[in-house]
């Protein structure tokens, strides 16, 4: 059995497991005012563990769209020609970002993150990309805080004292 197989039915015990937890335990827990509702707390996770069975069932079965060859594609010699560098940097990055999202405000913290990855990973045109990095931040921002009601604070926990 090739490894993807291996994988795929990992995959699939997992997504039973998971599914399991969606549509029979979760659901037991929900008030009754809940229960009325449309949309369950548990509806995503059931689409979820449906379709990541559907599609691990569907590798198991070699049902695929597109039979391809990857044995011919990979080289696995070049695997330490990669900048694993910039990836250390990059997840260094993630984690300085989590903690300091509290601090330095969602919007800030988020634009410095977003730019200086951007500049890590080589990005030549740095006004284009700024003015995005900006937009997109503000607009993520505003969709989260204003639209789904879930706070978050957009300016740095020093400038709470002067706003």
């Not at 951007?118 to 740095?126: A, I, K, V, Y």
Request: charged share 15%; proline share 4%.
């Amino acid at each position: 059995m090739k490894l993807e197989k291996y994988i795929a039915l990992i995959l699939c015990l997992i997504f039973i497991l998971y599914g399991y937890e969606a549509f029979f335990t979760m659901d037991e827990l929900l008030p009754p005012i809940l229960k009325r509702n449309p949309v369950w707390p548990s509806t995503f996770p059931k689409i979820l563990a449906a379709f990541g069975f559907f599609i691990s069932i569907l590798i198991l079965l070699n049902i695929e769209i597109n039979e391809v060859n990857t044995s011919e594609n990979l080289d696995y010699k070049k695997v330490t020609n990669h900048s694993y560098f910039k990836v250390i940097l990059l997840i260094l990055g993630m984690v300085l970002y989590a903690l300091n999202l509290r601090y330095l405000g969602f919007i800030f913290s988020s634009f410095l993150f977003l730019s200086l990855s951007s500049f890590l990973l080589g990005e030549r045109n740095f006004v284009k990309c700024l003015i995005i990095i900006l937009i997109s931040t503000i607009s993520i921002w505003y969709l989260v805080n204003e639209v789904l009601g879930i706070y978050m604070n957009p300016y740095p926990l020093f400038l709470k004292v002067f706003i």
